[in-house]
Structure formats: structure tokens, C-alpha cells
């Protein structure tokens, strides 16, 4: 029966992966695996295997559908929810289904969960499944709020259109409108305690790709918060409304790219729902993925660079997109203050402020200077200086690595900074100052060392090292005092 299903698949020319349901008896849907492993015999990959595999899944529940009689359909909806919802269907994923019915439905619901949701179960999938009426998913919300936002990807299957507006309406009309500001606290309250979780750290060596910091979960919030707070759907409107650049448009869809790329197989060698990346795992799907070992890097060290390069770009796009939305959230339009530091940089509100790229482009020691300026005053920078001075890394030459200026601003941020460490995440993984400005650095950012010793990627340990010498200085104050030129052991670090 498999391989009629995928024949039968076939028979679509217009989706060549949608299912055809035969009229006499309903096929045996595959599992997760199953169809990953023959989508990729296709040629497919990423996002397009997702929503492929999400097809298949649609098509056959809606054969389901189809094969109820007219008054079994009549007042049902079939709605995704979660990731099957936004059309994201691992291997091992849960397929979340929701029986939505009318009240009058209720006598007939047996006959319809029955027929629903059975095969599902016989198929061997794991089924997230809820019966609800619009009222019984208002009194669950108010006291789940994962089941509010699961509700944010609901996606009509199959059955009555009008009843699932209505859900949609409603949902929006008793918890989001008028509420918008706390409902998306509590999605960040939420980020913070899930990273506190899994991992509040994009270069963990063993990360859990899915929930931990810079994980699917958080390219999740981004799009969750986009459409509450700005009524925007997708990422792409995201960047259309300039909240976040095209550079950061394709740097999140490179990322996310990879990460469901990354997913897909470690569900496939984990042969069940798994989304931390254990050292077990990880030469395995490198194989897979076709690393081969160099002279100057393993394979599966090359795999793990991308790896968290590519949570590293989820985790900075998100802070900046989450510091966006706290000034949404809370303009401060009756407590304007402003330092002047120099022309075009001043300390608004306790952020420093770059008035433009252009003033970047006219003077790029600026882009050294500001983070001394960050230190002195023990100021963070605001995002949109953090955004402004990415977009102008390119000016960093060999002019601006060897200007004395721009040395002596580097070492007396370090040495002056109350969070030597903080400031030097900015620089390399928000803005991308630190690796331009020493490109020997490029080496080893991201770079995972494959043994059980290291928690973290070899650049982060230096980083961490910079911290150690700072709190050095504080508690060896004689010692620092006797050295001839302490600054550089922040470079020796």
C-alpha cells in the first residue's frame, strides 16, 4: 500500500507530492521518515520538504474529511496548529489537529474523532489532537498560553470556512486587541526563561537547535510578535516595513535555511524527535551533509562552524529585533534626554546614537571610537547604531587597522569597559567590527573544537578570557600596577 501511495502521489501533475486518496479504501500514510527520505530521493530539501511533507499530510486528512457524510461535515473545521500550522512538518514531528465544531455538533462527535483521528493513530504518527468549540478554546487559552499562541499559526485543513474566521476573529478579539503590549511581554518572557532552558548561548558545543539561543524558536518569536504588535505574516514583510534590513532578511533565511536543513537529518540519524545536537550525532550527519575531513579543520568541525554561525545570526538578529519592539512598546517621548559626545554621537535616553551611515562613511575611525565612547560612559549602543555600523564594516582597511587612533580606542575599550565581555559581543557578533578590524580572527570564529573538554567555540573562549583578565585587574590591582604595559594582555588573552 506504501508504494501505491506514492504512485498515487505521482498522479497530481499540478503538486507531483500531493496525495490521492482512493475512493474504496484509505492508504497507509508513511511516516515522517519515510517520506523524508524519498522526498530527498526527489531532490528536495529545507523549507520545500517542510511544506511538501505538510501537503502530504493535508491531502490525506482531507480525504478523511471527505469520506464523512454531509452531516458529519456539517459545522467542523479541521485546523493545523503549531508547526503544522505554519506548514513545518519534521520527521518526527506531532501533527497538532484541531476538531473545531458548533455546539450542535456535539451528540455526532464520536462517530467524527473516530474517523479522524484512528487512522492517524494507526499510521503510528504522534497527534497533538484538541475537540473544541470556539468557547471551550477562549476558557483553555486563558490558562495556556502556548495553546493562545499555537493559535497565532492556525491553518484551515479542510470544512467550514465561516467557523474558522469566526475562531480567528475571536481569538484576536479577547486576547490580542487592545492587549498587544502584554501579550508580547509575555512572549519574551517566555524567550527568556526558555533560553534560561536550553541554552542561553549560540556557540554551545552540544546546542539544542530548536529552543536554545538562536534556535527555530526564536526566528518563531520574531514572526509571532511581527504579527500581534504590526499586523505583518511573514518575514518578508518584516523586511518590507524596514524593521529589519535585507541584509538581515538573507542572513535569517540563509540561517533558517540551514537550520531545518539540520533538523530534517538529525531527526533522520536520532530515528525519533530530537533537537540537541550531541556530540553522538554530530560526524554522523556532517557525513551526511558531505564535510570531509581537511588538513586544517575536521569535517565535522567545518559542519559545526555553520552550525553556530548560523545560530549566531538568528540569536543578533532577534536582540535587535527585540530592542526594536521594547521602544515600540515603550516610548519614552516625555523623558527625552540627550549627551552630546561629538558631532553626531550623543547618549539619548542612555543609548549612543549615531545620527547616520553617512557619518560613518565620512570619518570610519568612528566605527572604533564609538565603542570607546560605550566604554567610557558605560553606555550601551542603540540597535540602530549597532545596524548602522554593520552596514559599514566594509570601510575597515588596512589604513583603519593600522591608524594609531584606532588602536589606542580598541585597547582603552577593553581596559576601561566595566563589561569587557559584553562590549566584545557587540563587536563580533552583533556588528561584525571584530573580525574585519583583525581578520586572524575569522579563523576561529564559530570554530568548535570536536572533544568533550570545550563548552564553548574557541573564539568565545577568548572572549571569556578578556573577562577573566578584567576581573584580574580588579582583584591583582598591585600586580596590574607593577606590569609596564598591562593593556596587552588583553591582546595575549
Not at 176 to 193: M, N, P
Not at 309 to 319: F, G, H, K, P, R
Not at 338 to 350: R, Y
Request: some cysteine; charged content about 30%; proline content about 3%.
Amino acid at each position: 500500500m506504501r508504494s501505491s501511495l506514492v504512485k498515487g502521489a505521482e498522479k497530481d501533475h499540478s503538486h507531483p507530492w500531493v496525495l490521492q486518496v482512493d475512493d474504496e479504501q484509505t492508504p497507509i500514510l508513511p511516516s515522517g521518515k519515510e517520506i523524508l527520505e524519498t522526498l530527498w530521493a526527489r531532490g528536495l530539501s529545507g523549507e520545500r520538504l517542510l511544506k511538501v511533507h505538510s501537503d502530504i499530510v493535508d491531502k490525506w486528512i482531507t480525504g478523511l474529511y471527505d469520506r464523512l457524510s454531509p452531516e458529519l461535515q456539517e459545522g467542523i473545521s479541521l485546523i493545523a496548529l503549531g508547526g503544522y500550522g505554519r506548514q513545518e512538518l519534521y520527521p518526527f514531528s506531532d501533527i497538532d489537529l484541531m476538531i473545531l465544531f458548533e455546539p450542535s455538533q456535539e451528540p455526532k462527535l464520536d462517530d467524527i474523532c473516530n474517523a479522524i483521528f484512528y487512522p492517524l493513530w494507526d499510521a503510528n504518527r504522534e497527534v497533538g489532537h484538541g475537540v473544541r468549540t470556539i468557547d471551550d478554546c477562549i476558557k483553555e487559552a486563558e490558562n495556556d498560553f502556548f495553546l493562545l499562541v499555537s493559535f497565532l499559526d492556525a491553518r484551515l485543513i479542510a470544512g467550514d470556512t465561516w467557523l474558522f474566521n469566526n475562531f480567528i476573529k475571536n481569538i484576536f478579539s479577547r486576547f490580542i486587541e487592545g492587549q498587544r503590549r502584554q501579550f508580547v511581554e509575555s512572549l519574551i518572557d517566555h524567550r527568556t526563561e526558555r533560553l534560561k532552558r536550553f541554552g542561553d548561548n549560540a556557540y554551545l558545543l552540544e546546542p539544542h537547535i530548536k529552543d536554545g539561543r538562536g534556535g527555530l524558536r526564536d526566528f518563531h518569536t520574531i514572526i509571532w510578535i511581527s504579527k500581534v504588535l504590526f499586523g505583518i505574516q511573514n518575514l518578508r514583510g518584516i523586511e518590507k516595513e524596514d524593521i529589519i534590513s535585507h541584509e538581515e532578511f538573507e542572513r535569517l533565511r540563509a540561517a533558517l535555511s540551514e537550520l531545518v536543513k539540520i533538523r530534517n537529518r538529525l531527526h533522520f540519524v536520532s530515528n525519533k524527535k530530537n533537537d540537541r545536537l550531541f556530540f553522538e550525532y554530530q560526524v554522523e550527519i556532517a557525513r551526511l551533509l558531505k564535510f570531509t575531513d581537511k588538513k586544517s579543520m575536521l569535517g565535522v568541525e567545518q559542519f559545526m562552524k555553520e552550525v553556530h554561525e548560523a545560530l549566531n545570526a538568528i540569536s543578533s538578529i532577534t536582540d535587535l529585533y527585540l530592542e526594536h519592539v521594547h521602544e515600540v512598546l515603550h516610548p519614552r517621548a516625555h523623558e527625552y534626554s540627550a549627551t552630546p559626545l561629538e558631532d553626531g554621537i550623543e547618549i539619548i535616553n542612555g543609548r549612543i546614537v549615531i545620527d547616520s551611515k553617512e557619518r560613518l562613511v565620512n570619518d570610519k575611525t568612528l566605527l572604533m571610537k564609538v565603542f570607546y565612547y560605550s566604554a567610557r560612559e558605560d553606555a550601551p549602543l542603540h540597535y540602530r547604531t549597532k545596524k548602522i555600523i554593520r552596514e559599514c564594516t566594509k570601510l575597515i582597511d588596512d589604513s583603519f587597522r593600522h591608524s594609531k587612533k584606532c588602536k589606542n580606542w580598541f585597547l582603552d575599550a577593553l581596559a576601561t569597559s566595566r563589561d569587557p565581555k559584553g562590549l566584545l559581543f557587540v563587536m563580533h557578533h552583533e556588528t561584525d567590527v571584530l573580525c574585519n578590524y583583525i581578520p586572524e580572527f575569522s579563523n576561529i570564529k564559530a570554530l568548535a573544537q570536536y572533544d568533550v573538554y570545550h563548552v564553548n567555540t574557541v573564539d568565545i573562549h577568548l572572549i571569556e578570557t578578556v573577562k577573566q583578565i578584567s576581573l584580574l585587574k580588579e582583584s591583582e590591582k598591585g600586580l596590574f600596577q607593577s606590569l609596564s604595559n598591562p593593556k596587552i594582555l588583553y591582546l595575549a588573552g
